[in-house]
């Protein structure tokens, strides 16, 4: 007997299709909204000159140096060396033909942050496959939360962030079986890092016993020797990068894999009781998101903890083994699965059917839940409570994601003052916006207190940048690192080099270039001087200033001439800058270099009188008559780079007028 299909009945039908389609929908909407936050967050803070070249800067040149015939090579502190002969990141290659169509570094930072937004999609199909539309939807909102996941994405470009969605989809493969997809995932995997290997070799080992087989393959039939044939590849390729790719690759610059594990390890013995509850806290923030699920299956998240020992054991570089680092990002794919798959064994404990609905969905609005809170506490993003904070390093401010006039200054006074190819040296954060060259170091490395490596560095080099008015800082516990004095020691190396002059200065952006003509140096001279003259003005109790001139020397070029008296004996950190602009000039600030790189006020002593003289060539289309104004500026201020009020010494003073035609 047929039945009759009435007009309700219809409308229930579709109603029935529309809730099964738009869950599809909103995840694309969501994996799309998400992919653009981190798109805009990513070139925002590049944009803002708040990357540093460790570490987009030397991929950037190394997947540059694909297009050149070069084996991912980029230029380390010792000299040009290949990333292969390292990290082994062959899935640089890929990326190759990008930075041909568009060579720039934020064509990376996009194109990791599509990837990871793309994550979503395996997440909710792993779900999918156990649980209901709205808890599996739920799922992948909050793997997209993830505050691991979010800061590795947020953390520069690199390997292992690139892993973390191509392990998703090699895992949603497994458990879907389809093999040929399962394999090209895999592999794609292995290429973004060589320890890659040690997760996919801790999946294999789980599918070797029925008790550990994760995605419901314990019975399986060919399960062993799926799980041999991935702990072969996997240690196959392992050994193939550390005993074949790397030593082909290294050289007396790279060094070797014990120096690898001293770099990352060496320090390992001599971490105490606080930095071993700051790695408990760095745990705490990877794995609490999701505790209460993974641990109820834990073979399917146990390879993540292949990434996560050696990451919290690790003495690299900064604090290298901190959760907002990249460390963790190929551990995210095992914790959300594991999570999953734990959330599943909770609603399968339900015998009413009703219930085990409920509960599915509260799940998944659990892990959600816990993923949004910790990103709401964790993560730098609009749904973050430090992103709407008002102090540097954090939201919108300038040393984080907040573009300044000074920013867009950078980007015109890199493009006129520095010719392309041309090997140099530059400050930390202009250097990635200078990577289209086979030879680019650093005037002082983040691992230097000083610019130790800078004198050695000099007879590879052409040019110059250091900025003598680093505007990058960030608040570090008491303190903060970065800071307008960043460069100062790399610019007195500069300015007593007897082959370098200074050639081009612009608001604190300064080119030294190596032999230059005479005549195109701008001199930079300071000398301890008698004077008991009347002082013109006082800067506080810290500082008379005994005689000012500005005298023109040339077309648009002046030498100034300032004679200073300490009041006081000034302390080993009392570094102050003395800091000339034209009033109604933008970006026209002159920093003193002679008091504040060759005889900075750290050295000045009570009544000595130093006298400096220095050049400085005016912007050509300035003209008018402008105020010549200065002040003093206390470099131990967080907002000293903005040389406005509250790093100030005394009030500014007006010593004479520029006519310009």
């Not at 998703?168 to 879907?176: G, V």
């Not at 034209?582 to 008091?595: F, K, T, W």
């Not at 040389?643 to 009030?651: A, K, L």
Request: aromatic letters at 12%; a positive charge.
């Amino acid at each position: 007997m047929i039945k009759a299909t009435t007009s309700t009945d219809c409308t229930r039908s579709q109603h029935v299709a529309n809730r099964k389609v738009r869950p599809s929908v909103l995840l694309w909407a969501a994996t799309l909204a998400w992919g653009i936050m981190l798109c805009w967050l990513s070139l925002a803070r590049y944009e803002a000159y708040n990357v540093g070249m460790l570490d987009l800067g030397n991929i950037a040149q190394a997947i540059a140096s694909i297009n050149r015939g070069a084996p991912l090579v980029y230029t380390s502190p010792n000299g040009n060396t290949s990333r292969l002969a390292s990290h082994v990141e062959v899935i640089y290659y890929l990326f190759a033909l990008l930075l041909r169509i568009w060579s720039d570094p934020r064509a990376l930072l996009i194109a990791q942050s599509v990837l990871v937004a793309m994550g979503a999609i395996p997440v909710y199909r792993i779900a999918r496959r156990r649980l209901p539309v709205t808890s599996s939807f739920h799922f992948a909102l909050g793997y997209l939360l993830f505050p691991t996941a979010v800061a590795a994405v947020l953390f520069d470009f690199h390997g292992d962030t690139l892993a973390m969605p191509l392990l998703l989809w090699m895992l949603d493969a497994l458990d879907a079986r389809a093999w040929l997809r399962f394999w090209l995932f895999l592999c794609l995997s292995l290429l973004c890092k060589f320890y890659i290997a040690a997760p996919v070799f801790a999946l294999g080992l789980t599918l070797l016993t029925v008790r550990t087989a994760p995605f419901e393959l314990a019975d399986f039939p060919r399960r062993r020797r799926l799980g041999l044939a991935i702990c072969t590849t996997a240690a196959l390729y392992g050994l193939l990068t550390l005993l074949v790719v790397r030593p082909f690759f290294s050289t007396s610059i790279s060094g070797h894999s014990g120096s690898y594990a001293q770099f990352y390890f060496g320090a390992v013995s001599s971490i105490g009781l606080i930095g071993v509850l700051d790695r408990v806290l760095n745990l705490l923030a990877v794995l609490t998101p999701s505790a209460f699920l993974w641990w109820r299956a834990l073979p399917t998240a146990a390879p993540a903890f292949a990434i996560i020992g050696p990451a919290l054991i690790s003495t690299g570089p900064g604090a290298a083994y901190a959760w907002s680092y990249h460390h963790y990002a190929a551990a995210v794919p095992f914790i959300v699965a594991g999570s999953i798959m734990g959330a599943a064994r909770l609603v399968e404990q339900t015998k009413n059917a009703r219930l085990r609905r409920r509960n599915a969905v509260a799940v998944g609005a659990l892990f959600l839940g816990a993923s949004l809170v910790f990103h709401v506490g964790l993560n730098d993003t609009p749904l973050g409570l430090t992103f709407w904070r008002s102090e540097p390093g954090f939201g919108l401010s300038p040393g984080s994601y907040g573009r300044t006039s000074r920013d867009a200054l950078k980007d015109r006074w890199l493009a006129e003052a520095v010719p392309s190819g041309v090997p140099l040296a530059a400050s930390n954060f202009l250097a990635p916006h200078l990577f289209k060259r086979e030879s680019l170091y650093l005037v002082r490395y983040p691992d230097e207190p000083t610019a130790a490596r800078l004198p050695q560095i000099l007879p590879q080099v052409q040019l110059a940048i250091p900025d003598a008015l680093f505007d990058f800082v960030q608040r570090s516990g008491a303190g903060f690192v970065g800071g307008v004095a960043y460069d100062v020691d790399a610019i007195r190396q500069l300015l007593q080099a007897p082959t370098w002059g200074l050639t081009a200065a612009r608001d604190g952006l300064l080119r030294f270039e190596r032999e230059p003509q005479p005549e195109r140096v701008l001199q930079q001279r300071i000398a301890r001087v008698a004077d008991s003259s009347a002082a013109q003005a006082r800067f506080a109790d810290v500082i008379e200033l005994v005689q000012s001139r500005v005298d023109p020397i040339g077309e648009r070029r002046y030498q100034a001439t300032f004679r200073w008296r300490a009041l006081r004996d000034f302390q080993p950190d009392e570094q102050f800058v003395a800091v000339s602009a034209l009033e109604g000039v933008p970006h026209n600030r002159m920093a003193h270099l002679p008091s504040y790189a060759l005889q900075p006020t750290t050295s000045w002593r009570a009544g000595d009188v130093w006298e400096e003289q220095w050049e400085v060539q005016v912007p050509a289309g300035v003209a008018g008559s402008h105020a010549w104004r200065v002040g003093w500026y206390d470099t131990r201020n967080l907002y000293a780079a903005e040389t406005d009020v509250r790093s100030r010494i005394g009030d500014e003073v007006v010593i004479t007028v520029l006519e310009l035609p």
